[in-house]
């Protein structure tokens, strides 16, 4: 039983982490200093709590996640544009398991002047949560081959909601935070991925990196740059 609470635990640091992110931008705190604790605290948590997404053998041998430097053209103020059709995706995790996620709005941004948009989705499980997956031609040789997270709010991870007077939602797209799914540190793990429609043909050189490069180079989370 007490994995279950180590589980209620881990997600509660992980809410913790987006919140003092939150609080420090709002405050306009400097960006990079926000981030740097935001990393550190991340890798607190990967080498030392036992819902680690790393096992034993590699949380002994951890020495901090690897990241791209920090990229401030990579984040975004974005409308949530909700006018689009709810489409329900199953989603295959592996060969037995599906998720189904809804999807509930749109955002668009530029990337070195290149338009992108991604989907943002409901996952249909007990409770639901938003979500925002990708992929972009970062993947596989610099970040994770099945895309990143922006945030998945069933686990925790989360976003900035900008106040406005127009009616409409409007929330920071900071790449800067993008995340590996948890299937990218070892097989132990299945994860739902970023469908087509949120494959990116732009590059994202921002946010985590893969881990196995982070392994392979035996690099600890820089200092940003």
Same mark, same amino acid.
């Given at each position: 039983?007490?994995?279950?609470?180590?589980?209620?635990?881990?997600?509660?640091?992980?809410?913790?982490?987006?919140?003092?992110?939150?609080? /420090?931008?709002?405050?306009?705190?400097? =960006?990079?200093?926000? *981030?740097?604790?935001?990393?550190?605290?991340?890798?607190?948590?990967?080498?030392?709590?036992?819902? !680690?997404?790393?096992d034993?053998?590699?949380?002994?041998?951890?020495?901090?996640?690897?990241?791209?430097?920090?990229? =401030?053209?990579?984040?975004?103020?974005?409308?949530?544009?909700?006018?689009?059709?709810?489409?329900?995706?199953?989603?295959?995790?592996?060969? !037995?398991?599906?998720?189904?996620?809804?999807?509930?709005?749109?955002?668009r941004?530029?990337?070195?002047?290149?338009?992108?948009?991604?989907?943002?989705?409901?996952?249909?499980?007990?409770?639901?949560?938003?979500? *925002?997956?990708f992929?972009?031609?970062?993947?596989?040789?610099?970040?994770?081959?099945?895309?990143?997270?922006?945030?998945?709010?069933?686990k925790?991870?989360?976003?900035?909601?900008?106040?406005q007077?127009?009616?409409?939602?409007?929330?920071?797209?900071?790449?800067?935070y /993008?995340?590996?799914?948890?299937?990218?540190?070892?097989?132990?793990?299945?994860?739902?991925?970023?469908?087509?429609?949120?494959?990116?043909?732009? =590059?994202?050189?921002?946010?985590?990196?893969?881990?196995?490069?982070?392994t392979?180079?035996?690099?600890?989370?820089? /200092?940003?740059?």
């Amino acid at each position: 039983m007490s994995d279950y609470l180590d589980l209620y635990d881990y997600r509660c640091r992980v809410v913790s982490l987006y919140q003092a992110h939150n609080q /420090a931008a709002l405050a306009g705190e400097d =960006p990079r200093a926000i *981030l740097q604790r935001f990393r550190d605290g991340r890798d607190q948590l990967f080498a030392h709590h036992p819902q !680690s997404a790393l096992d034993e053998e590699q949380r002994h041998a951890f020495s901090g996640l690897h990241y791209f430097p920090y990229q =401030p053209a990579l984040r975004f103020e974005a409308i949530i544009d909700t006018h689009v059709e709810p489409a329900r995706l199953d989603i295959t995790m592996n060969a !037995s398991e599906t998720m189904t996620m809804t999807t509930v709005g749109q955002v668009r941004f530029n990337v070195a002047n290149e338009p992108a948009t991604l989907s943002i989705y409901w996952l249909d499980i007990y409770g639901g949560g938003l979500f *925002l997956p990708f992929r972009d031609t970062t993947c596989p040789r610099e970040s994770y081959g099945g895309g990143r997270y922006l945030f998945d709010t069933i686990k925790g991870s989360d976003f900035l909601s900008v106040p406005q007077e127009d009616g409409q939602m409007h929330i920071v797209l900071d790449f800067n935070y /993008a995340y590996n799914p948890s299937c990218a540190y070892n097989s132990r793990w299945v994860c739902p991925l970023a469908p087509p429609e949120n494959r990116l043909t732009v =590059p994202i050189q921002a946010g985590e990196m893969n881990y196995s490069l982070a392994t392979i180079v035996g690099s600890t989370s820089p /200092a940003l740059s």
